[in-house]
């Protein structure tokens, strides 16, 4: 054992130098050997010492059955974090590890580097860890199944929050008191509170609609908005909200963060002595990490081919691309790196995935058609614009606020920005139970069903659903 920890630190140590060689910039990383079962733990919750829920035990007993039966093996686990920390399952062979710290230095250059992590909290253990001590109070306080049924109703939302955190926003209410100060409103009685006074009454303000514009962060407006929501329970969605804010640029960032890391990796281990048996373990778990989907694109595939391109082409351009974009050539490792720091999925898949791109990858757009899955589209603008659109909405729906007083009750009117996608009508009635749970009123959603608008609604009671 004492031998197998030596050959991982002196190959941390190797594979350190030669990354910094080729000019990576991570953080510091504590890396850590643990279990199989630790890991999937880890894995299921996002994060060590997040707060407990039965989402997560069931994400992890599904992936730790996988692993169990054979069918999938976490290689890689980081946290992004200052020092990062990373996790090298027990077991691993001397080469899987050598390729996972490859890949994840690589990793932590990127969470260190590109603009869309810059607003992270890089204490994020800390503060999971400190967020599960007070839901573990809640429940101690309010009954474990009562604050259950609550972070149901706000993590059926958790992903309805504002996607655009690089640009900055407005803080969240820290507490209950500021949001009900925030809501008075004067009435035509206030003046009677001024009787004896030398000053007459300014007259109220005209009320605004609420919110002034489509509020996209569902969660900040609840927050903010709610009604009789409790102190704890106001922390609980602060927590949930705080916790999808830092796992958002990851999301964000798929392609090519993993992209990235699996170039890295690859050039790295070229650089590091291999015996002849790791050299063939390493092209055999480097095609197996790299291997094309009939069915979905694989980001470490797509990824580090994009990013291979964008080298070459700002290595050695082209005459017609020397005349029409003035590249000088000699450009490609400085290109990608430039790319690294400043992109998201949604702007490099669509300044950088070429016609050439998608053809080589063999990428296309399919439909279930008469119960069988075709290939529908083959026009490479097409399906880099799918692909674009998938990520800008990363895989969900986008749901704002219309109106946080919708008919002067103070009920609640969400709309679906229809994009082509119709939502999961069952899905999309069951959450707006949820959103009922926290709102207290009855919640409206505005959709597109068969062409056609339509409002679904529940009050309390019952789900009901009209055309529009």
Known sequence: MDEELSAVREAIDDIWQVARGFG??????????????????????????????????????????????????????????????????????????????????????????????????????????????????????????????????VLSIQEHIDSNIHVGRRPAVAHKADARKRAMKETPYDDLFYIGSCERPQEAPKAKKVPEEPEEDLLLFIMEHAVGLEDWQLDIIDIVRSEALYFLPQIKTKIMNEGWASYWHSRILREINLTEEESVEFARLHSSVLAPSRRNINPYYVGMKMLEDVEKRWEEPNEDEKQRFDRQGGEGRQKIFDV???????????????????????????????????????????????????????????????????????????????????????????TLREVYALWGRTVHLETVVDGKRAKFWYNGLKNDKMLV
């Open 340 to 430: 690294r720091s400043t992109e998201s999925d949604v702007s490099f898949l669509r300044n950088y995935l070429t016609k050439q791109l998608v053809e080589d990858l063999d990428l296309y757009i399919y439909k279930r058609e008469g119960g069988q899955w075709r290939i529908v589209e083959k026009d490479w603008e097409k399906v880099r614009d799918a692909l674009v659109n998938a990520a800008a909405n990363m895989g969900r729906p986008r749901i704002v606020v219309e109106d946080g007083d919708y008919c002067g009750n103070r009920e609640l009117y969400l709309k679906h920005i229809y994009e082509g996608q119709e939502l999961d009508i069952g899905y999309a009635e069951k």
């Open 24 to 153: 990576l910039d991570p953080f510091p990383i504590h890396f850590e050997i643990v279990p199989a079962a630790m890991m999937y733990e880890f894995g299921a919750y996002g994060l060590p010492g997040r707060f407990s829920h039965w989402t997560h035990g069931k994400a992890y007993h599904q992936m730790k059955t996988a692993y169990d039966y054979g069918l999938s093996k976490i290689y890689e686990l980081v946290i992004n974090t200052d020092p990062c920390y990373a996790f090298l399952m027990e077991g691993n062979s001397l080469l899987q590890n050598k390729l996972v710290i490859a890949h994840v230095i690589a990793h932590c250059d990127f969470f260190k580097n590109n603009v869309y992590f810059q607003q992270t909290n890089r204490h994020m253990v800390e503060s999971a860890s400190a967020s599960a001590e007070r839901v573990r109070k809640y429940e101690f306080l309010h009954g474990a199944l009562e604050v259950e049924k609550f972070l149901d109703a």
